[in-house]
């Protein structure tokens, strides 16, 4: 049975640093594009990121690009989630996704997935 968990999350400054993890069971990960969905209270799900299975490319959405990084422990069978100078606008539940990918449509870049997690919270205040 496939099964993706979050951890890492937890209440962080603005400006502060997590690194949220993926661990991955059933199914092995390296062989899939492997992604991350937030939702905040009362808005819409909003693709962050979708690394690819060959990790040739990892799509960002605009408002995370150069401040969260993707990657990879095959190994581990896990991923994880860097997000650094945090913002109180990244304040959300933050869901791992696999297999994702990144689709265009009238209102720009979407992620398309078939598998999520339970989700992590993420809070970002003083």
């Known amino acids: 049975q496939l099964q993706l968990v979050e951890s890492g999350g937890g209440l962080v400054q603005p400006g502060g640093s997590l690194r949220l993890s993926c661990a991955a069971s059933?199914?092995?990960?390296?062989?899939?594009?492997i992604g991350w969905f937030r939702q905040a209270p009362g808005k819409a799900r909003e693709g962050v990121s979708c690394?690819?299975?060959?990790?040739?490319?990892?799509y960002y959405a605009d408002s995370v690009e150069g401040r969260f990084t993707m990657s990879r422990d095959n190994a581990k069978n896990t991923v994880f989630l860097q997000m650094d100078s945090l913002k109180t606008e990244d304040t959300a539940v933050y869901y791992c996704?696999?297999?994702?990918?990144?689709?265009?449509?009238?209102?720009?870049?979407?992620?398309?997935?078939?598998?999520w997690g339970q989700g992590t919270q993420v809070t970002v205040s003083s």
């Open positions: 690394i690819s299975a060959s990790d040739s490319s990892t």
């Open positions: 996704i696999a297999p994702c990918s990144v689709k265009v449509g009238p209102g720009g870049p979407y992620l398309e997935y078939n598998y």
């Open positions: 059933g199914f092995t990960l390296d062989y899939y594009a």
